[in-house]
């Protein structure tokens, strides 16, 4: 995975988001329709399709050829009476959620982010924050895929079980995703409130109190000082018990203006907050469409630990501080539902996942993340699929129980290895016995 990873790529070359890695090849081809994937994916040995490039390792890379999608970004329909909304692959949330909004329904939750593809971020079990809330791809009730034969394929959970829970969170691996059906719910207003400086003391007595205080709730620390530095809440307006602000939060003062989760660096590119009511895709992300999210220049890793060790896990990382603080911009500590999908880090778990953005510095990184890996393995910790990690594939193959049907499902629709690339080889399809 470290060999294509780049902290300066070279001008030009076609990057993944962040810029820390140059993919192996510029070949692209725009696919416009149905027939052109069918068409492009039937006469190819060897491709990776490509989302909006935000994963930070090479889950996404190929030195074949990329298949995009991204001019394939309508809406195919929306279906009141089953609730669903059915759109192509290259569809970002930016693109949807406002169109759903504007028809009366919303998603049930979102990254921290709306630049993202639907496919990308569903294939890799993206998530937001609530407990409540399963991962993104738990809103997904069908999809249409084209295998490597070029056959489309249509899913679905109402009818195929077992095959549509192992092909969700399909990693890339199982063909190039044409449409996804996401459940809608009714549109919903929610508010934002941010807190500062909340004792670790108090996080740790009252974790499940504070998690479980709004529909979504995200601690941002640098580790230092025995504090999380920013709490953000994200409240439905419509819940009881209502959420009523109070000045203090379990010891943490509510902020008096908007703050970026990296306190030093300016809000404007964040979601409204002080309580200001708003539409829920511009409160559940923290970050607004039409700006660059995050800080930017950074690499991202993120750790899914069973929701029962979260306090464990947390000071187990907050013991390494002072080796996790020179490179760190900000954590970020969230809670997600459990669900049902094969290759979701939170199957069958509900889970919390401590997220680290870190300077742009990758062999500084790379040594550091076995580190923290090695603090939260006896959590056994699974990792984000599209952002940095080095735990070794015998322990990914461990920690993912249904992880031998999960290739057996992609031999099936991809038997000879087209979509497979080095992460898949290494990660996934990878012939190393389980340590003990
Ligand atoms: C600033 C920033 C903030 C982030 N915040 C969050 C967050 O809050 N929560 C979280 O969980 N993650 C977060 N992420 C990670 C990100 O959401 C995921 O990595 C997601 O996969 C990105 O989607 P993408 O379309 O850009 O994927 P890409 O990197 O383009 O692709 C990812 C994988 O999906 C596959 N894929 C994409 N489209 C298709 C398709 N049509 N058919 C088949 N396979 C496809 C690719 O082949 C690849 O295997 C963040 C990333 C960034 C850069």
Known sequence: ???????????????????????????????????????????????????????????????????????????????????????????????????????????HNMASLPHISVAGACSTATHGSGEKNGNLSTAVSAIEIVNAAGEVIKLS????????????VGL??????????????????????????????????????IASAAYSVSLFTDWQEKRINEVWLKIRVSDEPKFDAPPEFFGAKRATHNLHPIAALSAENCTEQMGAPGPWYERLPHFRMGFTPSAGKELQSEYFVPRENAVDAILAVERLRDQVGPHLLISEIRTIAADDLWMSPCYKQPSVAIHFTWKQDWPAVKNLLPVIERELGPFHVRPHWGKLFTISPADIHARYQRLPEFLETCRKYDPHGKFRNEFLNRNIFTNKTVSP
């Open 1 to 107: 995975m470290t060999s294509q990873l780049f902290a300066s790529p070279s001008a030009g070359k076609l990057t993944n988001w962040a810029g820390n890695l140059e993919y192996s090849t510029e070949k692209q081809y725009p696919a416009n329709s149905l027939k052109e994937v069918q068409e492009f994916v039937r006469t190819r040995k060897s491709l990776k399709v490509l989302g909006t490039r935000h994963c930070f390792n090479n889950i996404a890379d190929t030195t074949s050829e990329f298949l995009s999608v991204k001019a394939m970004d309508h809406v195919v329909e929306l279906d009141p009476a089953a609730r669903t909304v059915t759109i192509e692959s290259g569809m970002t949330y930016g693109q949807l959620c406002p169109y759903l909004d504007s028809q009366g329904w919303a998603l």
């Open 172 to 209: 890339g691996a199982l063909g190039a995703i044409t449409k996804v059906t996401l459940e809608i719910q009714p549109r919903f207003t929610m508010k934002q409130y941010v807190y500062e400086n909340l004792p670790l003391s108090a996080l740790s007595e009252h974790f499940d109190a």
């Open 157 to 168: 959970r109402s009818r195929d079980g077992d095959l549509f829970r192992g092909a969700v």
